[in-house]
């Protein structure tokens, strides 16, 4: 059945390429990249069986934010849902991922921290899905680790870059980061 799955997802985003592309790249391409994405899918798909009880509740979901009069639009990748009700929200990433992004006066990789600062509150968890060839795994921060890859120990990771002693707090100096970065960048900084 997984195998069956997987074969028509790989069949549907290869035939979502405009015709064109398909042509002009060849179907010697094409073949190699239906194998190499129905490898990477197996694997993935092996990470996702490894976690607890959880729902796909959201794919691709448009949300919007204003911060700092700066009006953002955002589409979130994935929002899960555990049995207790809270949620883990997901950015799939294809390159390397580090929760050491979102730290700092300058987080590099604030998409994560903008899908919480959304729905405040909302998110027991934040974490990338990286999925890469032999190095598919969560990585990220929560309240609670709905996934191996996704710490809970918020003091030791933020204690002298964020001083947060717990997730709430963490979630609110972001929202302050992120407010202040709005702020100089609607100023024109």
């Known amino acids: 059945q997984q195998e069956e799955t997987i074969g028509r997802a790989v069949a549907a985003a290869i035939s979502s390429v405009p015709y064109q592309r398909r042509r002009q790249l060849g179907r010697s391409y094409w073949m190699l990249e239906a194998q190499r994405l129905t490898s990477l899918l197996v694997e993935w798909l092996a990470v996702e069986r490894q976690r607890s009880a959880f729902s796909v509740v959201q794919r691709e979901q448009d949300i919007s934010l204003e911060l700092a009069q700066l009006h953002i639009k955002l589409r979130v990748d994935r929002i899960d849902q555990l049995p207790d009700g809270s949620r883990m929200i997901i950015d799939y990433k294809s390159g390397n991922c580090t929760v050491q992004d979102w730290l700092g006066d300058r987080p590099s ?12 509150g909302a998110a027991a968890a934040l974490a990338f899905a990286q999925v890469q060839p032999r190095n598919c795994r969560y990585v990220g921060l ?32 972001w929202l302050e980061i992120l407010e202040r970065l709005a702020t100089a960048f609607v100023a024109g900084e």
Not at 146 to 167: E, F, H, V, Y
């Open 142 to 173: 929560g309240q609670i680790a709905p996934a191996s890859g996704i710490t809970t120990d918020i003091p030791r990771l933020a204690k002298s870059r964020m001083s947060a002693q717990d997730w709430p707090t963490l979630n609110d100096r």
């Open 109 to 120: 990789r604030p998409q994560l921290l903008l899908y919480a600062c959304a729905e405040p």
